[in-house]
């Protein structure tokens, strides 16, 4: 019953961070792509405004939404829309007149916000001084901590938090190990978290009730604590690797991902059917032809392909992902609507956030396996099936 309710907190979040995909410009915008890119003091921008960069800095006037995939991202002017930012450190001390969704490591909110702001971050702080209009959704890794005005509700999932400033409507919290409640906290509604742990709150901060959800504490032996760090550790290596691994390749053979987006497009449905079945059936064979000593360079072999498509098949996937999701923000009809190392880290940081959904993360994981598993198989069989053809042609120029 726990579980339901973080995984229903987290699903709002996402269908709300969904409009990053969903979301596309009412009318013509302004692409920009480029290391690096700032709007100064004096600029305006009377259309929407997508941008592609390392840094990016508005210091002016943005009149549209702001679409922006950038290392670091500073807002200190003002947008008459939505901002919608992925992003390593994102920082906004400007106005905002629409709503706010982020997916960053580190958020830090100096400014205003007319409507909503939903984020996925490692650590968020919504600094004195800053206001937001409606509510506020969240799921972070690190901490969160508010110290402004929020007008609406807070809901959130956060392992550590501490809230100060003036919260409108209801907090709930999940996920809470740690909480610190600031003196000048005031909460007009209820203030309900779920912890394994009661707080001590005043109820001078909360108007309404407080109301604690059980979360069953869990003690984690050493062996458990060392094999999430092994995990943990691998799955960062497992991200750098592939991003390394797919510049180089979309470098050295463009074509690749060229070849697999139309197979992968063509019969969705097929292959997912192939990558399933083959799934199953590869690691049987491998194994069956290592008992058979003769089988066993077949057997490596098998093993080989099947871990090769794997791989290169989830690479060339977060490139197209990447590309389905700019097209989607653009309305831009081109098979590649950005720089494809661009597309690749964000299909990679999509792919990466998708995987940690509770309950949707192993869907995720086996579909694109499975597709990216059933893509491959597909092209070594055509591969494979051009190989008499050519023989035979080859004979008959021979012949003649």
């Not at 086996?366 to 190989?387: E, N, P, Y």
Request: with cysteine.
């Amino acid at each position: 019953m726990l579980n339901a309710r973080l995984a229903i907190i987290f699903l709002a979040m996402c269908v709300a961070i969904g409009s990053l995909i969903a979301i596309s410009p009412a009318i013509a915008a302004d692409y920009i792509e480029r290391d690096m890119v700032v709007i100064g003091p004096d600029e305006k921008i009377d259309t929407d405004l997508v941008v592609f960069a390392r840094e990016l800095n508005i210091q002016g006037r943005v009149n549209g939404d702001v679409v922006a995939f950038a290392n670091t991202i500073n807002v200190t002017g003002s947008v008459g829309g939505d901002l919608l930012a992925l992003g390593q450190d994102v920082k906004i001390g400007g106005e905002i007149a629409g709503d706010v969704r982020i997916i960053a490591s580190n958020l830090e909110l100096n400014g205003s916000v007319g409507r909503n702001v939903t984020l996925t971050a490692q650590s968020a702080t919504l600094a004195a001084g800053s206001r937001v209009g409606n509510n506020v959704i969240g799921l972070t890794y690190g901490q969160l901590k508010t110290a402004g005005q929020i007008k609406g509700d807070l809901t959130a999932a956060s392992p550590s938090a501490e809230l100060g400033g003036s919260i409108g409507g209801n907090v709930i919290l999940g996920s809470v190990i740690a909480m610190a409640l600031a003196d000048d906290l005031r909460v007009a509604g209820d203030l309900t978290y779920i912890s394994a742990r009661e707080f001590s709150i005043s109820p001078l901060a909360v108007a309404g009730r407080i109301k604690r959800l059980d979360l069953p504490s869990v003690q984690l032996s050493p062996a458990e604590q060392f094999r999430r760090g092994v995990f943990d550790l691998i799955s960062v290596f497992w991200l750098i690797g592939s991003l390394v691994t797919g510049l180089v390749t979309l470098q050295l053979r463009p074509d690749w991902v060229d070849e697999y987006r139309r197979r992968l497009e063509s019969r969705a449905l097929t292959n997912i059917v192939i990558g399933l079945v083959s799934m199953i059936v590869t690691p049987l064979i491998v194994v069956f032809l290592l008992v058979t000593l003769i089988g066993i360079p077949i057997a490596l072999s098998l093993a080989g392909v099947f871990l090769a498509a794997s791989y290169f098949g989830w690479i060339m996937f977060a490139t197209v992902a990447g590309a389905w999701i700019v097209a989607a923000l653009r309305r831009d009809d081109r098979q590649w609507p950005a720089g494809r190392g661009w597309l690749l880290v964000l299909g990679l940081i999509v792919l990466h956030l998708a995987n940690k959904a509770p309950y949707l993360g192993w869907v995720v994981t086996l579909l694109v396996w499975s597709l990216s598993l059933g893509v491959g198989f597909r092209i070594i069989a055509g591969l494979l099936s051009q190989r008499p053809a050519n023989s035979t042609a080859r004979t008959e120029s021979v012949s003649r």
